[in-house]
């Protein structure tokens, strides 16, 4: 395993974005596995991995759109529907499917799969777009989606609550049902289109505009990356303890949240009722960043983040030294799907309701072990990409060709 080149194992896979993708993983189960976070000791590690980790997986799967493209000739790219979208819908409907299974059994998680099937169909026309235009749309859509999110709530009587669930198999055997599942993966469930979506842009934009290849561009990406979150979250808290949003809001949830006005903390009280996205009672919900508040200040400072960790990263594995050090993650950031549907299974059944530091060291122990161990079994098969991401390949290819 040589240095300078950055890739994982001579997969041609850029080991720096495995590794960040191995990282989100690993900030997934500290949410989902973990103890309550709390901003003091070691629960500074939850902090940072609450909310960030579904943005950043949303993030890398645009980056990882690009890089799937690059070296092809836009000119070469089939453009009959068969070779160009049968492929996508099939890929698109094994995620919805196996999203939507996963949900109804209830692990205690909100499952995420069923939305990625959305933004990978909507992502595909965005793919075709110049460099310039598609940063120009990822721009925009930072703060368009989350306005539109906010406007269209009180449209669908989502006003003041009731938004961030997501779709489950009782939701197709109506058609209400399905009405509200087309709902929730477009605007009111816990990854909704409207607000997760500008994340699959702006990784997209990244991916055009930066060759993480090169160090220097890999630099740049950490330090503009650092000031982005710097922005978004500062400007947050600027508009929160210095422009008075804080008492607006505590004006508005007095009349429209009445229930949360006696807690320690009404605002965060209002957000973990809807899982995070914000109520369309008051334009100050659109000044926060707290984690899953789905608002433009929120995804600025989580595509910093992002940014930052790319580059870093990058950075790291242009070297011998960082790639051996990264390795355990870009192994298990190769295999992140696999990583997803395993531990969904496991919270549905032994694990359920765990909540604790035992648990995420347990999780994220077993998931670095054991994505170690399948890849040196399966080093020369095709099955070195995991179980799920395999299976998922094979249903492309053989139902594309069928």
Same mark, same amino acid.
């Given at each position: 395993m040589g240095?300078g080149?950055?890739k994982?194992?001579?997969?041609?896979?850029?080991?720096g974005?495995?590794?960040?993708?191995?990282?989100?993983? +690993?900030? $997934?189960?500290?949410?989902?596995?973990?103890p309550s976070? !709390?901003p003091e000791g070691?629960?500074?590690v939850?902090?940072?991995?609450?909310?960030?980790a579904p943005a950043?997986f949303?993030?890398?799967? #645009? %980056?990882?759109l690009? &890089?799937a !493209?690059r070296?092809q000739?836009p000119?070469q790219?089939p453009? #009959?529907?068969a070779?160009?979208w049968?492929?996508?819908?099939?890929?698109c409907?094994?995620?919805?499917v196996?999203?939507?299974w +996963?949900?109804s059994l209830w692990?205690?998680i909100?499952?995420?799969?069923?939305f %990625?099937?959305? @933004? %990978?169909l909507?992502?595909?026309?965005?793919?075709?777009?110049s460099?310039p235009v598609l940063?120009?749309?990822a721009?925009v =859509?930072v703060?368009?989606?989350?306005?539109?999110s906010?406007l269209l709530?009180?449209?669908?009587? @989502?006003e003041a609550s009731?938004?961030?669930?997501v779709?489950e198999?009782?939701? &197709?055997?109506?058609w209400s049902g399905?009405?509200?599942?087309l709902c929730?993966l477009l605007?009111?469930g816990a990854y909704p289109l409207?607000?997760y979506f500008p @994340? /699959?842009?702006?990784? $997209?934009?990244?991916a055009?505009l930066?060759?993480v290849?090169? #160090?220097? /561009?890999a630099r740049?990406m950490?330090v503009?990356?650092?000031?982005?979150a710097v922005? #978004?979250?500062g400007?947050a808290?600027? *508009?929160?303890?210095?422009f008075?949003?804080?008492?607006? &809001?505590?004006?508005?949830i007095?009349?429209?949240?009445?229930e949360?006005v006696?807690t320690?903390d009404?605002i965060?009280? /209002?957000l973990?009722? !809807?899982y995070?996205?914000?109520? =369309?009672? =008051?334009?100050?919900?659109?000044?926060?960043?707290?984690? @899953?508040?789905q608002?433009?200040?929120?995804?600025l400072?989580?595509?910093?983040?992002?940014?930052?960790?790319i580059?870093?990263?990058?950075?790291?594995a242009r070297h011998g /030294?960082?790639?051996?050090l990264?390795?355990?993650l870009?192994? +298990?950031?190769a295999m992140?799907?696999?990583?997803?549907?395993v531990h969904a +299974?496991? &919270? *549905?059944?032994?694990a359920?309701? *765990? *909540?604790s530091w035992?648990a995420?060291?347990a999780f =994220?122990g077993?998931?670095?072990?054991?994505?170690w161990?399948? !890849?040196r079994?399966?080093a020369d098969s095709p099955?070195r990409?995991g179980p799920?991401?395999?299976?998922?390949?094979l249903?492309t290819?053989?139902?594309s060709r069928?």
């Amino acid at each position: 395993m040589g240095g300078g080149n950055g890739k994982a194992g001579g997969s041609g896979r850029l080991a720096g974005v495995d590794a960040v993708r191995g990282l989100a993983v +690993l900030g $997934m189960f500290a949410v989902h596995v973990g103890p309550s976070p !709390q901003p003091e000791g070691a629960g500074y590690v939850l902090v940072a991995a609450d909310g960030r980790a579904p943005a950043l997986f949303t993030l890398l799967a #645009g %980056f990882s759109l690009v &890089l799937a !493209q690059r070296g092809q000739d836009p000119a070469q790219r089939p453009d #009959g529907w068969a070779e160009r979208w049968r492929p996508l819908l099939i890929r698109c409907a094994v995620l919805a499917v196996l999203g939507v299974w +996963l949900a109804s059994l209830w692990p205690g998680i909100l499952v995420i799969l069923a939305f %990625f099937a959305v @933004y %990978f169909l909507v992502a595909e026309p965005f793919t075709r777009l110049s460099t310039p235009v598609l940063t120009a749309v990822a721009g925009v =859509s930072v703060v368009a989606g989350p306005v539109l999110s906010f406007l269209l709530g009180p449209v669908f009587g @989502y006003e003041a609550s009731g938004r961030g669930l997501v779709p489950e198999a009782t939701d &197709l055997t109506s058609w209400s049902g399905l009405g509200t599942a087309l709902c929730e993966l477009l605007l009111t469930g816990a990854y909704p289109l409207a607000t997760y979506f500008p @994340y /699959v842009l702006v990784g $997209m934009a990244l991916a055009r505009l930066c060759d993480v290849r090169e #160090g220097a /561009v890999a630099r740049r990406m950490a330090v503009w990356g650092t000031v982005a979150a710097v922005a #978004g979250y500062g400007a947050a808290w600027l *508009a929160a303890h210095v422009f008075g949003a804080r008492e607006r &809001l505590l004006e508005a949830i007095a009349v429209h949240h009445p229930e949360a006005v006696a807690t320690a903390d009404p605002i965060r009280e /209002v957000l973990g009722g !809807q899982y995070g996205a914000v109520p =369309s009672t =008051s334009w100050d919900w659109l000044l926060v960043a707290d984690p @899953y508040s789905q608002t433009p200040l929120e995804t600025l400072g989580n595509a910093g983040v992002g940014c930052a960790l790319i580059g870093l990263c990058a950075l790291a594995a242009r070297h011998g /030294v960082g790639v051996l050090l990264l390795r355990p993650l870009t192994l +298990l950031g190769a295999m992140a799907l696999s990583a997803y549907v395993v531990h969904a +299974l496991v &919270l *549905a059944g032994p694990a359920h309701g *765990a *909540a604790s530091w035992s648990a995420w060291v347990a999780f =994220s122990g077993a998931a670095l072990a054991l994505t170690w161990a399948w !890849q040196r079994v399966w080093a020369d098969s095709p099955l070195r990409r995991g179980p799920v991401e395999h299976a998922l390949r094979l249903a492309t290819r053989g139902w594309s060709r069928g």
